[in-house]
């Protein structure tokens, strides 16, 4: 069994992310009201809104779920990246659904990364992507400043990319 890469394991979890890695926080509005609230949980939690966002993802992989191993790839050009990770925790309560998968050796970065829908009390929902990484490859080294702007570019793609799924769910 493969030990997670980076010490905080679930630090996503909580509001004070670990100090020592690159920090990230983007949050996105959805719609509003429980139909868009339950069709967002299911596009995070079933891995939908990583595929429509470009993400490899294998079929039959199963919902996020703790313990649940995924290898997210990426392919840009000629290039095929993967990523072995390993669902800390997920939830799917009626106004907070999501999950965070942390980093396994091989894996470009070192730290966790979560993706939560939440409902507000006026029913507006909203997608958060929070993160803390640092470089573990030489290849993200030498990129410096170029792998926390790509993440943040992510992050805002998910918000984007899950939006035009519910669209295209109704």
Known sequence: MTAFSYPEVGATRRDKLPPGYHQLRHSGYLGRGRAVFEAAAQAVLGWRMHRAAGVGIAEGTPPAAPGVRVTPTLVCGPLRITAPCEVVWAEHGPRRAGFAYGTLAGHPECGEESFVV?????????????????????????????????????????????????????
């Open 118 to 170: 939440t409902m507000d009390a006026a029913e507006d929902v909203r997608l958060t992507v929070t993160a803390f990484s640092r470089p573990a490859r030489w290849y993200t080294r030498a990129a410096g400043p170029l792998g926390p702007l790509f993440q943040r570019a992510y992050a805002r793609n998910c918000v984007r990319v899950l939006r035009r799924c519910l669209d295209s769910a109704n």
